[in-house]
């Protein structure tokens, strides 16, 4: 038998923005690019797709992510509605054409359900294009929620609660989203300080940091995970230290959008558990997610070997941890056995003596023969 690894958790996945590979990739003459340019181009995507066109590429997506290494997936939904806003007859019919999607590509999934009730702080209306995302009511979230929840078995798929952003749902909202999801086991997930100018208007709008508004609804805690978590202060660090909370990196989007270098040695330091998201899926690689976080932190530091483990001071045991066990449990999901197979044989392992360990600082999706789900 070859090599084996544990199998990958991609924790924040937005399965359609796959669509975008390769076309996003140039600017305007005279014009910089940044996340919000990109997040127009994601928009007009967005506007074009309808439920078939959903599960298939998300199809495909999951397949992709299955033959390079991720046997979970966490899908951070919030197309729910047609192009023009209006409700489908069947209220949760985006949210059935992922787990659906997920079953085909023989993926487990968690599909995480994402409010979005508005088009920023303040309170300003969802945009034309914003509309398909949203919830106008509270109430909404509960129905949907409880509509999916027969499509799901708790083994090979679950349901989870998203909070798109605190840009995106409002601050009253927090306290009952979350108390709501606790009392029906879901785990929770939010976009967290991706840009800088988030945190700034968040300061300016409630007088504390996305993380900071996060903690005083309480909705910080072991079940919650922070997606990106990109710009965070010392006292956000020491929040969800305390509180138990999980950050997902998504290494290569973050670098894709330019959205900034995390503080990823921090955070390690700090005792919050890491894992990892390809996110927009301009790479779907968790070799690369990985090797960028620590590469990363390697470079912000000016040292090497920083998501080591404090007893052996191996980089690899951490990275294994971070890419597969630390990402099933932020999805709630059980592993149960999941394996990538690698090929012992391939070119990047000859002569290597540790060679899990050199796939995860010098492999690529290329190594993985075949990926098994345990039961
Ligand atoms: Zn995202």
Redesign the pocket.
């Given at each position: 038998m070859g090599p084996t690894l544990p199998g990958f958790a991609n924790v924040?996945s937005?399965a359609f923005q796959r669509l975008l590979r390769g076309s996003v990739q140039s600017r305007e003459p005279g014009r910089a690019d940044t996340f919000w340019t990109w997040r127009e181009r994601m928009y007009a995507l967005a506007q074009r797709m309808d439920v078939a066109d959903l599960e298939a590429a998300a199809r495909q997506c999951y397949t992709e992510c299955r033959s390079a290494g991720y046997t979970a997936i966490g899908e951070?939904h919030y197309l729910h509605h047609r192009p023009d806003g209006e409700r489908y007859a069947d209220p949760v019919a985006t949210s059935r054409a992922m787990l659906r999607a997920a079953r085909q590509a023989d993926v487990r999934i968690a599909l995480l359900w994402t409010v979005y009730h508005r088009g920023g702080f303040g309170g300003a209306a969802l945009g034309p294009r914003q509309r398909r995302f949203g919830t106008a009511q509270l109430d909404d979230v509960w129905r949907a929620l409880d509509a999916l929840a027969g499509a799901v078995d708790g083994r090979t798929s679950r349901l989870g609660l998203a909070i798109h952003s605190v840009r995106a749902v409002p601050e009253g909202w927090l306290g009952p989203l979350a108390e709501g999801a606790r009392g029906r086991g879901l785990p929770i997930h939010a976009?967290v300080s991706e840009q800088r100018v988030e945190v700034e208007t968040c300061v300016a709008t409630h007088g504390v940091s996305p993380v900071g508004l996060l903690a005083r609804e309480g909705v910080l805690g072991p079940d919650f995970t922070a997606?990106?978590a990109t710009w965070l202060s010392d006292a956000d660090i020491a929040a969800l230290a305390a509180s138990g909370s999980r950050v997902c990196l998504?290494p290569t989007?973050e670098g894709d959008l330019g959205d900034g270098v995390p503080r990823t040695a921090e955070l390690y330091a700090a005792g919050v558990e890491l894992c990892i998201?390809s996110?927009?899926h301009a790479v779907i690689d968790p070799f690369s997610e990985l090797r960028f976080a620590e590469y990363q932190a390697r470079a912000a530091t000016e040292s090497r070997c920083v998501l080591a483990d404090a007893g052996s001071g191996e980089v690899a045991p951490v990275l294994r941890r971070i890419g597969s066990a630390n990402g099933y449990e932020a999805l709630g999901l059980t592993a149960a056995g999941d394996r990538v197979h690698l090929d012992a044989r391939a070119p990047a392992l000859v002569g290597v003596t540790d060679a899990p360990s050199a796939a995860l600082m010098g492999g690529h999706p290329g190594l993985v023969q075949k990926v098994t789900l345990g039961p």
């Amino acid at each position: 038998m070859g090599p084996t690894l544990p199998g990958f958790a991609n924790v924040h996945s937005h399965a359609f923005q796959r669509l975008l590979r390769g076309s996003v990739q140039s600017r305007e003459p005279g014009r910089a690019d940044t996340f919000w340019t990109w997040r127009e181009r994601m928009y007009a995507l967005a506007q074009r797709m309808d439920v078939a066109d959903l599960e298939a590429a998300a199809r495909q997506c999951y397949t992709e992510c299955r033959s390079a290494g991720y046997t979970a997936i966490g899908e951070f939904h919030y197309l729910h509605h047609r192009p023009d806003g209006e409700r489908y007859a069947d209220p949760v019919a985006t949210s059935r054409a992922m787990l659906r999607a997920a079953r085909q590509a023989d993926v487990r999934i968690a599909l995480l359900w994402t409010v979005y009730h508005r088009g920023g702080f303040g309170g300003a209306a969802l945009g034309p294009r914003q509309r398909r995302f949203g919830t106008a009511q509270l109430d909404d979230v509960w129905r949907a929620l409880d509509a999916l929840a027969g499509a799901v078995d708790g083994r090979t798929s679950r349901l989870g609660l998203a909070i798109h952003s605190v840009r995106a749902v409002p601050e009253g909202w927090l306290g009952p989203l979350a108390e709501g999801a606790r009392g029906r086991g879901l785990p929770i997930h939010a976009h967290v300080s991706e840009q800088r100018v988030e945190v700034e208007t968040c300061v300016a709008t409630h007088g504390v940091s996305p993380v900071g508004l996060l903690a005083r609804e309480g909705v910080l805690g072991p079940d919650f995970t922070a997606v990106h978590a990109t710009w965070l202060s010392d006292a956000d660090i020491a929040a969800l230290a305390a509180s138990g909370s999980r950050v997902c990196l998504c290494p290569t989007t973050e670098g894709d959008l330019g959205d900034g270098v995390p503080r990823t040695a921090e955070l390690y330091a700090a005792g919050v558990e890491l894992c990892i998201g390809s996110d927009s899926h301009a790479v779907i690689d968790p070799f690369s997610e990985l090797r960028f976080a620590e590469y990363q932190a390697r470079a912000a530091t000016e040292s090497r070997c920083v998501l080591a483990d404090a007893g052996s001071g191996e980089v690899a045991p951490v990275l294994r941890r971070i890419g597969s066990a630390n990402g099933y449990e932020a999805l709630g999901l059980t592993a149960a056995g999941d394996r990538v197979h690698l090929d012992a044989r391939a070119p990047a392992l000859v002569g290597v003596t540790d060679a899990p360990s050199a796939a995860l600082m010098g492999g690529h999706p290329g190594l993985v023969q075949k990926v098994t789900l345990g039961p």
